[in-house]
């Protein structure tokens, strides 16, 4: 019965955590949009808005679900997709906020489609990180919309998102996905030090494996996304139709 009321504890305390991360990154990300980014961020009607956000979000979900192990940095369940491409193209043309929602859309749709494997740990750390990319490049983005500001806002996303997700991942992830997939730290980080000898603690695993991860995944989203996102603005610009304007009149020059 004891462990029946440890295991139901930690799953509250999880759900909640997860709540509260949601909770928190739309809000501040509401609030900046409405202090900095109000005369950057595209305006459009709602309908309009929840449509382009849910077209992203399923095509971020179908790449969230093809994701793929890199066995040469780190354990198999730390794995790469490119779910963030659209989720950070969306997040260009719609503010930070629009970013959280695609993001927060492909977790849902993946969970629908596929589950989870990692007793939702890995739901959790995949929007998390992705927002710590997506919400400081978008922000960045839109305080200038131009090609130099676009470079600059995906290094700082990569830059953000490694540092934040190593801290996160030695803070919070790795106890969270011992305490609820049952697993002891010791073993999760033993298949950190089968790959890397350097590995011999979880702030270690963070450093050599998460945070090289992190940064490869960085610049596999950013390249993409400086290619890609001119030509789909444009499409996603005519979706938006007569309504869509933006405060500065200032179209992105990528």
């Known amino acids: 019965m004891g462990?029946?009321?440890?295991?139901?504890?930690?799953?509250i305390q999880f759900v909640l955590v997860?709540?509260?991360v949601i909770a928190v990154l739309a809000l501040g990300s509401k609030a900046v949009e409405r202090l900095w980014l109000k005369d950057s961020v595209a305006s459009m009607g709602s309908t309009k808005y929840i449509t382009i956000c849910a077209m992203l979000g399923a095509l971020a979900a179908v790449l969230h679900i093809f994701d793929f192990?890199?066995?040469?940095?780190?354990?198999?369940?730390?794995?790469?997709?490119?779910?963030?491409i659209p989720v950070m193209i969306g997040a260009f043309?719609?503010?930070?906020?629009?970013g959280v929602v695609i993001e927060l859309v492909k977790i849902l749709l993946k969970l629908v489609i596929k589950g989870t494997s990692t007793a939702f740990v890995g739901d959790l750390a995949n929007f998390v990180v992705g927002c710590s990319f997506v919400v400081p490049a978008s922000i960045i983005y839109h305080l200038k919309k131009t090609r130099r500001t676009a470079v600059a806002a995906l290094i700082t996303g990569t830059l953000v998102m490694s540092v934040f997700g190593s801290a996160f991942n030695a803070f919070y992830l790795i106890p969270a996905f011992a305490a609820l997939y049952g697993m002891p730290i010791d073993a999760i980080i033993g298949?950190?030090?089968?790959?890397?000898?350097?590995?011999t603690s979880v702030w270690t695993l963070?450093?050599?494996?998460?945070?090289p991860l992190n940064l490869l995944?960085?610049?596999?989203?950013?390249?993409p996304t400086m290619v890609l996102y001119k030509r789909i603005s444009r499409i996603l610009h005519n979706a938006a139709g007569e309504n869509y304007r933006t405060g500065n009149k200032r179209q992105p020059q990528m």
Do not use: H, Q, R, W
Not at 3 to 11: E, M
Not at 75 to 83: A, H, R, T
Not at 191 to 199: D, K, L, Y
Not at 217 to 223: A, D, F, N, Q
């Open 3 to 11: 462990d029946l009321l440890k295991t139901a504890g930690d799953n």
């Open 18 to 20: 997860c709540a509260a």
């Open 69 to 84: 192990p890199v066995a040469f940095l780190a354990p198999g369940f730390y794995k790469l997709d490119f779910s963030e």
């Open 93 to 98: 043309l719609l503010g930070p906020v629009g």
């Open 191 to 199: 298949m950190g030090s089968a790959i890397n000898p350097a590995i």
């Open 206 to 211: 963070a450093l050599f494996a998460v945070a």
């Open 217 to 223: 995944k960085g610049v596999l989203i950013s390249v």
